[in-house]
């Protein structure tokens, strides 16, 4: 019997890596902690009631960004260790399998872990505010996609401590991520966490389309509406045609590891280049789906902080739309050496050059919107800033790249990586950033601590030049990707070194940040005009944070930036048009708002039992995850008594508390 | 400029209730937004917002679906000659029971489309007779279908036995997996029908189950032609 235990718990934790077994101590102790405190402090009926069940995207939101934070420190992590083998390969800090898991955990955690949720978490709070919306169209589907991200992104990070991580790469192509290349469990916690969390994902772009289009103000048509939200039309437009495939492709690898299919093997006929067209038709689109948004955050600060209205508003709405309909003709740009013959690679490679122009539109557009404004330059706008040089020379490395012939030399180099660290980092990063820190005060309603975001905003860009420009050379100087070590006599070794001391610049850069939030909580500022940036757009029209209902009347809308626009008109001393007016005046009425409900949180969490069952092929776990999921469907399929009024005494009292420091 | 918000919204709303002039009347006096964000006194129209929103939302999941339907037929138009030097399915698909299941679908589809006359009529008995019947033919589709794949499994083409049959059982067992998943959905409904009657709620379910019941229609004319016709015949 103990034998027995001893064999299974060997096989079930990763055993005999000082490394791992430091972090599941640290896991282990965490645990225990936060089981205490809750306890202690009589905090579960809290934790349950106003988090757990929630169906309020401001809540949600919240913890999206919180959950994204968390994955940045762990992706971060992952970076570090690789840096710290690449600068002293001799060493053997990490050996050959444990850096494949490394590689790979980085990638796929930064993208769909940390990239993902951050851009979720800015829609969940910020868009139904801007639109003049009490909640996102289907307010319990928003609570499921949260909570099949988060059990899908714990399936994943559990295989770090049990079984064993993923070591195919973030892609995991086949043949190697098939049974015979990958015959441990670490390839089937990468499936499961990934097909939970992306089934979430694919709910939130359907949920954010029927926002946008069906729930704005009275009176903003769409080419009224803020960029932003523009941004997440065209972000969510490309989820809902890209997820699926992602979907398929996973359920075909996992068929094959699982019941021995033939979709992707050597042999019985299998193609394994065609896992690597399926999981790019989904790939490349996918990293549109996270830049676009950035780039609708970068419009609306822009704006603000030169008080001009944002300059080709159509035009700005055009590139964003044809850039994710370009996204969908680009993926062979991935492996123009598969040798898919002269004319496919030419098609791709001009697709993949076309997307140049729509980018260059938008940033004519910043530039413009910035020429002769009144400029100021909080960090907001820094980090809109320094995003601009840095998204160019990504932009022209890519460009570089596009080119079939070329790409020859540069496929799977060093400088491959310097050029999508320099778009995801430089673009998708910094633009979260920058929404973080401009949207911050309605969040939470207080500011954030100017002088240490600027410090954390130097380190992080000194950082990354420091760390990614001597990888373009490394890279034209013949070194690949994904190998931890390498001869000195490649002479690769001193711009390695230079690129590590970058990452660790990086590094305490994020410490910057995270001592920034202590200390402006510490010494908190509460944010008390709810408009502390003077801005355009109407999430800046109500207090922050944002009551739990947004707007206690719905407004109406007559121009682009209304909620500026209104202010010049109070300055000027003219009157608002008479609807406008109206709207306003109109006696407070009761609020209809959607009930809080578990049921999100115990359906994602019978899908995690039922991927865990499926990892290590146990059908018991499988049937009772399964079953789940269903029963959990059909209650709610049979609850009926989903929605509540607020009553006008308790807006009354919460608007006086909220405008009462006014 | 709430007028002409609402004016986009009207095909939406005709499509989910027979009264589309009244149904614009009250969007437009309640300005552009819906899910439950009304006021007191509108319930009905509230819920009117709402429940037009989630057949959007279920148009949009469907589209969706096509996607993912679209990979695995272009995976099984890919791989339908790997067989491996194994059987193909011209050598073992028996073509009589296919025809059979195809026109017992079909037929499903008319009666769904029955069941939804009677809903609009207001006739709960009927409703729930003809969501039976298809319910029934659904079932049979099923049955005819697990049978099929136990005579080719029981003849030696398993999902391992090519690339052609991994794609074929795949393609084909998840569109029977989704007649399957709406086959539980409409027992469910069919039990809330029965308690709660024909009300907004009720309704705009009814009509997005008829929608899933004919898209898989759809899919199963093209897994009829590619998979059956073009591979087989």
Same mark, same amino acid.
């Given at each position: 019997?103990?034998?027995?235990?001893? +064999?299974?718990?060997?096989?079930?934790?990763?055993?005999?890596?000082?490394?791992?077994?430091?972090?599941?101590?640290?896991?282990?102790?965490?645990?225990?902690?936060?089981?205490?405190?809750?306890?202690?402090?009589?905090?579960?009926?809290?934790?349950?009631?106003?988090?757990?069940?929630?169906?309020?995207?401001?809540?949600?939101?919240?913890?999206?960004?919180?959950?994204?934070?968390?994955?940045?420190?762990?992706?971060?992590? =992952?970076?570090?260790?690789?840096?710290?083998?690449?600068?002293?390969?001799?060493?053997?800090?990490?050996?050959?399998?444990?850096?494949?898991?490394?590689?790979?955990?980085?990638?796929?955690?930064?993208?769909?872990?940390?990239?993902?949720?951050?851009?979720?978490?800015?829609?969940?709070?910020?868009?139904?505010?801007?639109?003049?919306?009490?909640?996102?169209?289907?307010?319990?589907?928003?609570?499921?996609?949260?909570? /099949?991200?988060?059990?899908?992104?714990?399936?994943?990070?559990?295989?770090?401590?049990?079984?064993?991580?993923?070591?195919?790469?973030?892609?995991?192509?086949?043949?190697?991520?098939?049974?015979?290349?990958?015959?441990?469990?670490?390839?089937?916690?990468?499936?499961?966490?990934?097909?939970?969390?992306?089934?979430?994902?694919?709910?939130?772009?359907?949920?954010?389309?029927?926002?946008?289009?069906?729930?704005?103000?009275?009176?903003?048509?769409?080419?009224?509406?803020?960029?932003?939200?523009?941004?997440?039309?065209?972000?969510?437009?490309?989820?809902?045609?890209?997820?699926?495939?992602?979907?398929?492709?996973?359920f075909?690898?996992?068929?094959?590891?699982?019941?021995? $299919?033939?979709?992707?093997?050597?042999?019985?006929?299998?193609?394994?280049?065609?896992?690597?067209?399926?999981? !790019?038709?989904?790939?490349?689109?996918?990293?549109?789906?996270?830049?676009?948004?950035?780039?609708?955050?970068?419009?609306?600060?822009?704006?603000?902080?030169?008080?001009?209205?944002?300059?080709?508003?159509?035009?700005?709405?055009?590139?964003?739309?044809?850039?994710?309909?370009?996204?969908?003709?680009?993926?062979?740009?991935?492996?123009?050496?598969?040798?898919?013959?002269? =004319?496919?690679?030419?098609?791709?490679?001009?697709?993949?050059?076309?997307? $140049?122009?729509?980018?260059?539109?938008?940033?004519?557009? &910043?530039?413009?919107?910035?020429?002769?404004?009144?400029?100021?330059?909080?960090?907001?706008?820094?980090?809109?800033?320094?995003?601009?040089?840095?998204?160019?020379?990504?932009?022209?490395?890519?460009?570089?790249?596009?080119?079939?012939?070329?790409?020859?030399?540069?496929?799977?180099?060093?400088?491959?990586?310097?050029?999508?660290?320099?778009?995801?980092?430089?673009?998708?990063?910094?633009?979260?950033?920058?929404?973080?820190?401009?949207?911050?005060?309605?969040?939470?309603?207080?500011?954030?601590?100017?002088?240490?975001?600027?410090?954390?905003? &130097?380190?992080?860009?000194?950082?990354?030049?420091?760390?990614? /420009?001597?990888?373009?050379?490394?890279?034209?100087?013949?070194?690949?990707?994904?190998?931890?070590?390498?001869?000195? +006599?490649?002479?690769?070794?001193?711009?390695?070194?230079?690129?590590?001391?970058?990452?660790?610049?990086?590094?305490?850069?994020?410490?910057?940040?995270? &001592?920034?939030?202590?200390?402006?909580?510490?010494?908190?500022?509460?944010?008390?005009?709810?408009?502390? !940036? +003077?801005?355009?757009?109407?999430?800046?029209?109500?207090?922050?944070?944002?009551?739990?209902?947004?707007?206690?009347?719905?407004?109406?809308?007559?121009?682009?930036? =209304?909620?500026?626009?209104?202010?010049?008109?109070?300055?000027?001393?003219?009157?608002?048009?008479?609807?406008?007016?109206?709207?306003?005046?109109?006696?407070?009425?009761?609020?209809?708002?959607?009930?809080?409900?578990?049921?999100?949180?115990?359906?994602?969490?019978?899908?995690?039992?039922a991927?865990?069952?499926?990892?290590?092929?146990?059908?018991?776990?499988v049937v009772?995850g399964l079953a789940?999921v269903i029963v959990?469907m059909l209650?709610?399929s049979?609850?009926?008594?989903?929605?509540?009024?607020?009553?006008?005494?308790?807006?009354?009292?919460?608007?006086?508390?909220?405008?009462?420091?006014? | 400029?709430?007028?002409?918000?609402?004016?986009?919204?009207?095909?939406?709303?005709?499509?989910?209730?027979?009264?589309?002039?009244?149904?614009?009347?009250?969007?437009?006096?309640?300005?552009?937004?819906?899910?439950?964000?009304?006021?007191?006194?509108?319930?009905?129209?509230?819920?009117?917002?709402?429940?037009?929103?989630?057949?959007?939302?279920?148009?949009?999941?469907?589209?969706?679906d096509?996607?993912l339907f679209?990979?695995l037929?272009?995976?099984?138009?890919?791989?339908?000659?790997?067989?491996?030097?194994?059987?193909?399915?011209?050598?073992?698909?028996?073509?009589?029971?296919?025809?059979?299941s195809t026109?017992i679908l079909?037929?499903s589809s008319?009666?769904s489309?029955?069941?939804?006359?009677?809903?609009?009529?207001?006739?709960?008995?009927?409703?729930?007779?003809?969501l039976v019947?298809t319910a029934l033919l659904g079932a049979s589709f099923i049955y005819l279908e697990v049978t099929e794949f136990m005579?080719?499994?029981?003849?030696?083409?398993?999902?391992?036995?090519?690339?052609?049959?991994?794609?074929?059982y795949t393609l084909v067992g998840t569109h029977g997996l989704h007649v399957s998943l709406g086959l539980v959905w409409m027992t469910a409904l069919i039990l809330?029908?029965?308690?709660?009657?024909?009300?907004?709620?009720?309704?705009?379910?009814?009509?997005i189950i008829s929608?899933y019941w004919h898209f898989l229609d759809?899919v199963w004319?093209?897994v009829?032609?590619?998979?059956?016709?073009?591979?087989?015949?």
């Amino acid at each position: 019997m103990l034998d027995k235990i001893k +064999d299974f718990s060997s096989e079930f934790f990763v055993t005999g890596d000082p490394l791992i077994l430091g972090a599941q101590v640290a896991i282990g102790l965490t645990l225990v902690a936060i089981v205490f405190t809750l306890t202690f402090f009589k905090k579960w009926r809290w934790l349950w009631t106003e988090w757990l069940t929630t169906v309020d995207h401001k809540r949600i939101g919240i913890m999206y960004i919180i959950c994204s934070i968390l994955m940045l420190f762990r992706g971060g992590v =992952d970076a570090l260790l690789m840096r710290v083998q690449l600068a002293a390969p001799q060493l053997e800090f990490l050996n050959a399998e444990h850096y494949n898991q490394i590689f790979t955990t980085h990638g796929v955690i930064m993208i769909l872990f940390m990239a993902m949720p951050l851009m979720f978490g800015l829609f969940n709070i910020i868009v139904p505010l801007q639109l003049g919306a009490r909640d996102v169209a289907f307010p319990f589907l928003n609570a499921f996609s949260f909570w /099949m991200f988060f059990f899908g992104a714990m399936l994943f990070n559990v295989s770090f401590v049990i079984g064993g991580s993923p070591d195919a790469g973030w892609l995991a192509y086949p043949p190697l991520s098939g049974l015979s290349g990958s015959p441990g469990v670490g390839q089937d916690f990468y499936i499961w966490g990934i097909q939970i969390s992306g089934i979430g994902s694919l709910a939130t772009g359907i949920n954010f389309i029927v926002t946008i289009l069906k729930m704005r103000a009275p009176g903003m048509s769409l080419m009224k509406m803020p960029m932003f939200s523009w941004s997440v039309l065209s972000s969510c437009v490309t989820i809902i045609f890209a997820f699926p495939i992602l979907t398929v492709t996973l359920f075909l690898l996992f068929l094959d590891r699982y019941l021995g $299919a033939h979709f992707f093997t050597l042999d019985g006929g299998g193609n394994p280049m065609m896992y690597i067209n399926l999981i !790019w038709m989904w790939g490349h689109p996918e990293v549109y789906i996270v830049i676009l948004p950035a780039f609708g955050i970068f419009s609306e600060i822009v704006a603000t902080f030169a008080k001009k209205k944002l300059f080709g508003y159509k035009s700005m709405v055009f590139a964003l739309m044809s850039i994710s309909f370009f996204s969908f003709f680009t993926w062979a740009h991935h492996f123009f050496t598969m040798g898919s013959g002269a =004319d496919v690679n030419a098609f791709f490679a001009v697709t993949t050059m076309l997307i $140049a122009i729509p980018t260059g539109v938008k940033v004519f557009n &910043w530039l413009f919107t910035m020429f002769r404004g009144r400029l100021s330059f909080p960090t907001p706008m820094m980090w809109t800033l320094a995003f601009i040089p840095c998204f160019v020379v990504g932009g022209m490395t890519g460009v570089l790249l596009s080119v079939a012939p070329a790409d020859f030399q540069f496929h799977n180099s060093y400088f491959l990586i310097a050029h999508f660290h320099q778009v995801l980092i430089g673009g998708v990063v910094f633009g979260y950033f920058a929404g973080l820190y401009y949207w911050w005060p309605k969040m939470f309603g207080f500011k954030l601590h100017e002088g240490l975001g600027k410090w954390a905003f &130097w380190f992080w860009n000194i950082g990354f030049y420091i760390c990614f /420009m001597p990888q373009y050379a490394l890279g034209l100087m013949g070194m690949t990707r994904r190998f931890n070590e390498y001869n000195f +006599d490649m002479g690769w070794q001193p711009l390695n070194v230079v690129s590590t001391v970058g990452g660790f610049l990086m590094g305490i850069a994020f410490l910057f940040q995270v &001592w920034q939030i202590a200390h402006s909580i510490k010494f908190l500022k509460r944010e008390k005009t709810g408009d502390n !940036w +003077d801005g355009r757009t109407l999430e800046w029209s109500i207090p922050s944070p944002a009551p739990m209902y947004n707007f206690a009347r719905i407004p109406v809308v007559t121009s682009q930036d =209304d909620w500026w626009e209104k202010k010049l008109r109070r300055a000027r001393g003219e009157a608002d048009a008479p609807e406008v007016v109206a709207a306003e005046q109109a006696p407070l009425e009761p609020i209809h708002m959607p009930r809080n409900s578990g049921i999100p949180f115990v359906m994602s969490a019978f899908w995690f039992v039922a991927g865990f069952g499926f990892v290590w092929d146990w059908t018991w776990m499988v049937v009772v995850g399964l079953a789940g999921v269903i029963v959990t469907m059909l209650a709610r399929s049979f609850t009926y008594n989903t929605d509540y009024y607020i009553p006008v005494d308790e807006i009354k009292r919460t608007e006086a508390a909220a405008r009462g420091a006014h | 400029m709430a007028q002409a918000f609402a004016d986009k919204r009207k095909p939406i709303l005709e499509a989910s209730h027979g009264a589309g002039g009244t149904a614009t009347a009250a969007a437009a006096g309640h300005g552009g937004h819906g899910g439950g964000h009304g006021h007191a006194g509108h319930d009905g129209h509230d819920h009117h917002d709402q429940e037009s929103m989630k057949v959007f939302g279920f148009w949009l999941f469907l589209i969706t679906d096509v996607i993912l339907f679209g990979v695995l037929f272009a995976t099984f138009v890919v791989l339908r000659l790997n067989t491996a030097g194994g059987p193909t399915g011209g050598e073992l698909i028996e073509m009589p029971g296919i025809i059979a299941s195809t026109f017992i679908l079909l037929t499903s589809s008319f009666t769904s489309g029955i069941a939804l006359l009677e809903m609009n009529k207001g006739n709960k008995r009927g409703l729930i007779l003809w969501l039976v019947i298809t319910a029934l033919l659904g079932a049979s589709f099923i049955y005819l279908e697990v049978t099929e794949f136990m005579h080719l499994v029981h003849e030696g083409a398993t999902i391992g036995t090519s690339a052609y049959w991994s794609a074929f059982y795949t393609l084909v067992g998840t569109h029977g997996l989704h007649v399957s998943l709406g086959l539980v959905w409409m027992t469910a409904l069919i039990l809330q029908l029965a308690k709660r009657g024909i009300t907004p709620v009720t309704k705009r379910k009814v009509n997005i189950i008829s929608l899933y019941w004919h898209f898989l229609d759809v899919v199963w004319i093209f897994v009829f032609t590619i998979v059956y016709l073009m591979g087989v015949m």
